[in-house]
């Protein structure tokens, strides 16, 4: 191997000479030699050390083995699609509802003591609702009920579903809902009010509920 032009070589018969200083400053400036990316130097071996080992043989993968495949476990079945009454259940297509109305669900509030009772039915297979209502305390006539949706506590909704008149201290009721008043009901999303000719806006108010 060609000596590097920064490199000193020194003759055999001047080594005992230069002594150790020497020969530090010899390694110390063939230590800045660069060897390059691909340098790629031969395994050391020590004096007296037998010759490395041929490298073993990788090993051949195996061929692959068919296993023997285990019983699938049960499936469970899946339920009936909503509104698909369950047969362990015949009523399953049956939804209840409930509300109680006061002055302080409604917006603004009301100052009434007014209160009032809802409980609905319905049924998924025909999309007929069928309720209840009675209130007391009013501050006057009835002026006006209906359901407003879609609209959650604390919201305003447009009237869905205007009851007629006329109006006692109970009411019963019945309607087909579409399929989207089925929905906005199912999930929440309708409110009763009651207006009375001191309240415009509304004098008792309640958000129906599922029950079951």
């Not at 400036?29 to 390059?36: F, H, I, K, M, R």
């Not at 007296?48 to 499936?75: D, F, N």
């Not at 009835?142 to 009411?171: C, D, K, N, S």
Request: hydrophobic residues 35%.
């Amino acid at each position: 191997m060609p000596t590097p032009s920064h490199c000193v070589t020194i003759a055999p018969s001047r080594w005992r000479a230069t002594g150790a200083l020497s020969l530090a400053a010899l390694l110390a400036a063939c230590s800045t030699v660069d060897l390059g990316p691909r340098y790629d130097p031969p395994p050391v071996r020590m004096p007296g050390s037998a010759e490395p080992p041929p490298p073993a043989a990788m090993p051949q993968p195996l061929p692959p083995q068919s296993q023997p495949v285990p019983p699938a476990q049960p499936v469970p079945q899946p339920l009936p699609p909503v509104g698909q009454a369950d047969p362990a259940d015949p009523n399953a297509h049956i939804v209840t509802f409930t509300t109680r109305l006061d002055g302080a669900s409604a917006i603004p509030p009301a100052r009434s003591g007014a209160s009032g009772q809802l409980d609905a039915i319905y049924n998924a297979h025909t999309r007929l609702l069928r309720w209840k209502a009675s209130w007391n305390g009013l501050s006057g006539p009835i002026t006006g009920v209906a359901f407003y949706g879609p609209a959650h506590e604390g919201q305003v909704g447009p009237a869905t579903m205007i009851w007629p008149a006329p109006f006692g201290p109970r009411y019963e009721g019945r309607a087909t809902l579409t399929p989207q008043q089925a929905a906005d009901l199912l999930q929440g999303s309708w409110y009763l009010g009651v207006t009375t000719q001191a309240y415009p806006a509304g004098e008792i108010r309640g958000q129906v509920r599922v029950v079951r």
